[in-house]
C-alpha cells in the first residue's frame, strides 16, 4: 500500500464506497448466525441483476471467486424474462500458482451458465471465443427466457484445460430461476436450503489425515478403488457441517453437485426424498399428473441437480447426510461414501426463506417422444481414453475445431451415449435437457429430464435431446462433466442452425 499515490488511495476509496452502495441495492440476504446458512444471494430487481465478480487468489494460493471483496460465490435469484449482467474481471496472477491439466496453465477464466436454455452467443453462454485473461474483463448480459423452466442451476468457470483446477478450488455458485412451487403448491411456505455440494483437495494438506478421518463412513474398499481417497465434500464450504431441521419439519433442499470430478450418490439416513426437480427441470412439467418421486438415494454426477422436500429426523435419532459409495469403475478415481453434514434436531423458525407464492404461470408440456425412442440413434457419441488423453468419436478437442455436429433447431433427436471405457463418465450438453430413457438398452423404469447424466462403465445411454428452443442458435459444446477429462480432450462442438 506504500507505493500507492494519494490518487490511487483516492480511487480505491470510491470504488469501495461504490462497491458497498451496489452491495446494499443488491439486498445480500445475511442468515443469522448460530444456524447452517445458506450462501449469500443476490436477487434481480426490476428485472435486472447486475453485479460485478472477480476472479482472484486466496489466502492459501487457491483460485476463487471474490464478491465484494469476500472469496464468495453468491446464489443469484432471477425470474423468467430477467436480464443477468455481470461484469467478470480476472485478477488471477500472470503466473499461475497451480498446475492444470494441460501445461502450461494461463489463468485464462470465464463463466458458463450450466442448464439454463440460453444463447450460446456472446455475450451470453459463449464458453469458446469469452476466455479473459489475466487482467481482462468480460461483460456477460444473459437473457433469460420468459417461458424458462423453473428451477436450480448454476454457474462456474469453463476455460478448456483449467476447468479442472478453477472448479476444483470451488469457482462455482448457484443459480435459482424463481417460480417452481407454480408447478408443485406445496412448496409455498417451506424454508428453503441451498446446499452447494464441492469436493476439497486434500492433496498436500497438512490436515489431510484428520480431514479424511472425520467424514469416513466406512473402512470398506469401494468398488474397484485401488489409490487413497483425494478429496472430501464440503457443504457451502464447510467440512461436515451441522444443518438443522426439527423432527417432522418439511424443509426444501436445492442440492446441486459442483465437485469437479466426484459423484454424490446423496441419502439423507432413515429418509425418503421427494424429489420435485432434477437438473432443473420440475418433474411436474412433463408430467403433471405425478408431481414429485420418491427416492432413498439419489445419484447425482458432477454438476447434476436434486430439488427435494426432506423431513426431520425424529428427535434422539442421529441423522446424517451422506454420499453412499459411487463404483467408478477400474480405471475409475476414489469416490468412497462419506459423510456431508450432521443433522440437528432443532427448528429453523425465520432463519430460512420461505418459498412465497409465485405468480408464474406453469407450462406444462406432455411430449409423445416415442417414435423418435424407437427410431435408430441420428447421432453417436463415443466416449474413449487412452494413458494421456480422453476423445469424444476418436477426436481429441482442440478450440480451432470445426463443429463434430449440427442440429437443426426445432427438433426432438434421438443420440446414444457410449462409454468404452474402464470408468464412468458423465455427458453434459450446452444450452438444453435431454430425456433419458433407456440404459445398456434397458428402458429407465422413470425416464428423466436432465442435462448432464452418468454412462455406465462399457455400456451405453439413450438420450431425446430437445432442439426445439431457437434462442439456442450458434456453436456450442457437449463434453465429459469430469472437468479433468474435459480439459483432455473430452469435449466437442455442435452447431445449432
Ligand atoms: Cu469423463
Redesign the pocket.
Known sequence: MSRLTTFARIAVAVIAIAAAAVFCLLELVAKPSGQFPNPPELRAKHHTLSFTLHAGITKDGKNSFYFDGQPNAPTLRLSPGDQLKINYINELPAKPQESCAIPPCMDMTNLHFHGLTVSPDAPQDDVLDMMARPGQTLRYTVQIPQGHPPGLYWYHTHPHGESHRQVLDGMSGAILIEGIESYFPPLVGLPERVLVLRGRSVVNDPESANLKRSVELSSDICGAESEPTEEVFTVNGAVRPQIEIAPGDRQFWRVVNASADRYVDLQLEGQTFEIVAMDGMPIALHDPNHRTRSAEHVLLPPAGRLEAIVTGPSAGTARRLISRCVDTGPDGDPNPAMVLADIIPRSTANSLARAAKSSLKPEFKTLDLVAEEKAPPRFTVT?TEDKKS?YINGKKFASDDAPMVRAKVGSFQHWRVVNATGEL?PLHIHQVHFLAYAENGQSIAEPVWLDTVNVPTGGSVDVIMDFTDPVIRGMSVFH?H?LN?EDKG?MAKILFE
Open positions: 466416449f480422453f463418465h465429459c469430469l477429462h473430452m
